[in-house]
């Protein structure tokens, strides 16, 4: 039996999660088909080995994610510690393109939708997917903060922003956590957002940290996706750039095979090295690979391997924009 996933703290006076968390996304296809029945059977044996943080969103699958979510922790509320987000509203024939609406209004309209569809009475934690520009991050938290006072939601975070509009929110109402993609070819974070999270007592939820699979040796042969994965919109996983990334990632099994370890592991336990504020929320449908990411909580990488990692995936050497433009304007828009 593998030894239970240690606990870190998300901020301050966060919830007190596993190290290791699940995202949900993948199960309502955003990387190629899925199964429910197997998505269910992978969030359930998460919880068996000790997962606690599970990361949903409204827009994931236009509710058909925290509906799926809900199912799979029907009974057993209290193992979980329960994510959601709002704020992402998706244009009708417009491809992947989004507005944002983080109006009072929204938000309590939004918490509702998503207890509902959840079964559950209270999120633990209620994440603002963008910054609405439209609206000022201060009316928009004060509404997020009434449904903590409400009952509905335990503590607020925010999704892919800057130190600027973070400090404004907390400013508000304490923010427990930021989720921001952070993995070994995504380290934007680390100039300022990291030392503004550890000054404010604020933790970190890292969203694809295999590098949307290809840290953990997906698309080693060639882009082989599926109809609907949304790695074809991505720039990093185009041609001509996707070959050079391909090279970050012999890298890291280069070092992991030295280790025995999987590249998955190996990726994560990098971003486990790099803060105990700092939780993943790796994303899989599969229960093998489930296994293999957890089995990352055992691994403490040495020195010398966390150098050769990040000498392995400077700045440099990672080619293409994490988004297209029109998507990367609502992560600037958080700045």
Not at 13 to 22: E, K, R, T, W
Not at 146 to 159: E, F, N, P, Y
């Amino acid at each position: 039996m593998a030894p239970p996933l240690p606990d870190r703290t998300l901020g301050a006076d966060g919830p007190v999660v596993a190290s290791i968390g699940l995202g949900a996304m993948g199960f309502s296809g955003g990387y190629g088909a899925a199964d429910d029945a197997e998505s269910i059977g992978t969030i359930r044996r998460a919880l068996d080995l000790g997962v606690t943080l599970l990361d949903t969103a409204d827009v994931y699958g236009l509710g058909h994610n925290e509906r799926l979510v809900g199912r799979a922790v029907a009974g057993r509320r209290d193992d979980v510690v329960l994510a959601t987000k709002f704020g992402l509203v998706p244009l009708p024939g417009q491809g992947p393109a989004f507005e944002v609406d983080a109006r009072p209004a929204r938000v309590r309209e939004a918490i509702d939708d998503s207890l509902r569809r959840l079964g559950v009475d209270e999120v633990d934690l209620y994440f603002l997917h963008r910054v609405d520009p439209r609206v000022p991050i201060e009316e928009t938290i004060g509404a997020m903060g009434d449904l903590v006072s409400a009952g509905k939601v335990k503590h607020l975070g925010l999704s892919e922003v800057g130190p600027g509009m973070l400090r404004r929110a907390h400013a508000v109402h304490p923010i427990a956590a930021v989720q921001s993609e952070y993995a070994l070819w995504t380290r934007d974070v680390e100039a300022d957002l990291l030392p503004t999270l550890r000054e404010l007592g604020v933790g970190l939820v890292a969203f694809s940290p295999l590098g949307r699979g290809l840290l953990a040796g997906a698309l080693a042969d060639g882009p082989d996706l599926d109809d609907g994965d949304i790695r074809q919109g991505l720039p990093r996983f185009q041609a001509g750039h996707l070959d050079r990334n391909r090279r970050i990632a012999e890298s890291v099994a280069a070092i992991a095979a030295d280790r025995g370890a999987t590249p998955a592991q190996i990726s994560l336990a990098w971003v486990l090295a790099k803060w105990d504020g700092v939780v993943p929320i790796p994303g899989t449908r599969r229960v093998a690979r489930l296994e293999e990411n957890l089995a990352a909580a055992e691994i403490v990488l040495t020195p010398d391997e966390l150098a050769r990692l990040e000498q392995a995936a400077v700045a440099e050497r990672v080619s293409g924009a994490r988004y297209p433009e029109a998507l990367q304007r609502l992560v600037d828009q958080g700045r």
